[in-house]
């Protein structure tokens, strides 16, 4: 068994955000459209298509599909299914089950970056149910049913349908085993993780069925890529509310509160262990005055910049001398694969700090968001995204740091 994947997908676009997700690592996927020619080597997405067919064409559909596929040379086979619960999610398992003949069926079609959560076998979107939604009365492709035990014991009558919730997951007190079938619940991107660390250490070939962000998770599993550094220092409340988004996608933040240093309650080598702590667990991070995160952080810092008789001046220079030393330590202990800057003056001060000399401009990621590699300097052809502080969609950060992982293919 070689280390490709196979996706099949029930749409081009789904056959595509997922993946993309293979793409990203470094890995080339090829899309086969219906009919096409999936044999041969490589890791594959086929696009069956079948979202809008019946329940009977659409199993004979992806059994046809996979026809002249030597699916035991594939390292891994996921099942790509709409995050809403569109399409025919049952059949299509089944027709897979039936040609894969897998130990485990797994299912877990969370995206919680999309708002798409699983509680208590509940698919919802943004905390309502599917059934709740306007989803439920697409005219092409309506949401029936949005419990997904209920999804596979529709498909497999008769058959145990084992449920994990939350609380077992974070507690890791659940395992994969008296089943054959699971289904997951999962509102955050370590929920996933969590679940996938511990099915694969069982050790059994499993069908995997879920949305790209199950993709995702089961890559960053197995393909280790180095996480991403942010630095930001600027008091822009654009900035502020992007460090705020990239929080609540589970993004860690590392703040540097420049109060506490001064007054001698924690050191730049405290700061810099914290980030490195993350990082080392192969999760992007952002190292941020705490300033930038909020106002009252803001006014402590200012306070405390009075009583040691800095002007604003002094005190904008120390935070830029204090945050580029302590991005420095960083980067000189931990391997990262890019590095992104929020800010002129900050992103100078860590540039000088790591001894770069230019940067040769690669490409722009989005609107004011360019993308280099670092001339000169300990970390010479470093990928770095740089932005001004007061400018930038919501995602800005979040989306530059997950840009920065996207690995060239050998």
Not at 6 to 17: H, K, P, Q, R, S
Not at 216 to 237: F, I, K, M, Q, R
Request: hydrophobic letters at 40%; a neutral charge; glycine letters at 10%.
């Amino acid at each position: 068994m070689g280390n490709d994947y196979l996706i099949v997908a029930d749409d081009f676009t789904g056959a595509n955000d997922t993946g993309v997700e293979i793409r990203r690592r470094g890995i080339p996927v090829r899309v086969v459209f219906p009919g096409g020619e999936a044999a041969g080597g490589g890791s594959c997405v086929l696009d069956t298509e079948s979202r809008s067919l019946s329940e009977d064409k659409a199993f004979q559909r992806v059994v046809s599909a996979l026809k002249g596929i030597s699916l035991e040379n594939f390292f891994r086979i996921i099942k790509k299914v709409d995050s809403t619960l569109r399409g025919n999610i049952g059949a299509e398992t089944r027709a897979l089950d039936q040609c894969c003949k897998p130990d485990l069926i797994v299912f877990a079609p969370a995206f919680p970056d999309l708002g798409r959560t699983t509680v208590n076998g509940i698919q919802c979107l943004n905390g309502t149910p599917l059934c709740q939604t306007e989803l439920a009365r697409d005219p092409k492709t309506p949401v029936r049913n949005d419990d997904i035990r209920k999804i596979m014991a529709g498909a497999f009558a008769g058959e145990k349908i084992i449920h994990i919730g939350l609380e077992a997951i974070r507690s890791g007190v659940f395992s994969p085993e008296g089943g054959r079938i699971f289904c997951f619940d999962a509102a955050r991107n370590s929920d996933l993780q969590i679940m996938v660390k511990t099915v694969l250490a069982a050790g059994r070939r499993v069908l995997w069925i879920g949305s790209a962000a199950l993709a995702d998770n089961l890559l960053n599993t197995e393909c280790s890529v180095p996480p991403s550094l942010g630095v930001a220092a600027s008091l822009s409340s654009i900035t502020r509310n992007q460090v705020l988004f990239a929080e609540r996608q589970g993004i860690p933040l590392v703040k540097i509160p420049l109060y506490a240093i001064l007054e001698h309650e924690v050191t730049p080598d405290e700061i810099a262990d914290a980030t490195i702590t993350f990082l080392q667990k192969e999760s992007n991070a952002i190292l941020l005055s705490s300033s930038t995160y909020s106002a009252e952080e803001q006014r402590r810092t200012e306070e405390s910049a009075r009583r040691a008789g800095l002007s604003p001046d002094e005190m904008g220079a120390l935070i830029e001398k204090t945050i580029g030393q302590i991005a420095a330590m960083v980067l000189g202990n931990v391997k990262v694969s890019g590095l992104f800057l929020s800010g002129g003056d900050t992103a100078i001060s860590v540039l000088e700090s790591i001894g770069a000399r230019g940067s040769n401009i690669i490409t722009e990621i989005a609107l004011g968001l360019p993308l280099m590699r670092l001339i000169g300097g300990k970390f010479d052809g470093l990928k770095v995204i740089t932005k001004a502080g007061a400018f930038g969609k919501e995602d800005a950060i979040f989306y530059a740091l997950r840009k920065l992982r996207e690995q060239d293919i050998q």
